[in-house]
């Protein structure tokens, strides 16, 4: 399973956009990428997923370059609400039983 | 969207008791759920797999013995863990991987249960 690395924490002020970065270096063929967003005392909720090039839905849009090695979560215009944990995920959803690792995840604090 | 629910959110027991920790999928038939235990401040850390029908799966370092795991049917998972301890407090969470009849491709969490072993 490809391992990821994300920056430990982020901060911002409301209304900015925010750009989460994530590594995978040894993503394999079959594997999407994945984001969650966990709040204090709650399961992760899923925010996109993607395999190549971009992705966008209402709350979130997902930047994947050709090679696939890395990959940027934006979210526009973020609310104190958005202050979370986010965690970047790779694994073959299509493959039955494959589950998916968490790394460490990035703190993002917004502020006013 | 596919919901998957946890049972109890939160629970306190004795030192040496058994606690049993229920997730069901909710609107779709999950072949595969996942259990995690998240310590404060800590990443979600994967403890086993649970396939409907068969053995679960577990990772290293977890205790099968101590952890039970039962997934008797297409929609509910157990957890049981067993001669809780103190250092066995933690956030329990369950996911289910979407299967045919439902969605796919989407790994879906449960709310979470918490449990303090006094």
């Known amino acids: 399973l490809a391992k990821t690395t994300q920056p430990i924490s982020m901060d911002s002020y409301e209304g900015q956009e925010v750009n989460i970065t994530c590594s995978h270096n040894n993503i394999a063929t079959n594997d999407y990428i994945t984001w969650y967003q966990q709040f204090p005392s709650q399961g992760p909720r899923f925010i996109i997923q993607g395999y190549k090039t971009k992705v966008t839905n209402e709350v979130a849009s997902l930047f994947i370059p050709a090679d696939r090695k890395s990959s940027t979560l934006s979210l526009p215009r973020v609310s104190l609400s958005d202050t979370a944990v986010y965690y970047c995920l790779v694994g073959d959803m299509d493959q039955a039983g494959t589950a998916l690792i968490f790394g460490k995840g990035t703190i993002l604090s917004v502020s006013s | 969207g596919a919901v998957v629910s946890q049972h109890p959110s939160w629970v306190i027991c004795k030192s040496g008791t058994s606690v049993k920790i229920e997730c069901r999928s909710l609107d779709f038939q999950a072949t595969t759920m996942f259990w995690y235990r998240q310590f404060p401040k800590q990443s979600l850390m994967l403890m086993a797999t649970s396939n409907e029908g068969s053995k679960a799966t577990y990772e290293q370092g977890v205790e099968k013995d101590k952890f039970l795991i039962n997934h008797a049917s297409l929609t509910l998972s157990t957890l049981t863990v067993t001669s809780a301890h103190p250092e066995d407090s933690s956030f329990y969470i369950c996911?289910?991987?979407?299967?045919?009849?439902?969605?796919?491709?989407?790994?879906?969490f449960g709310e979470g249960s918490r449990l303090t072993v006094l």
């Open positions: 996911s289910a991987l979407g299967a045919s009849g439902g969605p796919s491709g989407e790994l879906f």
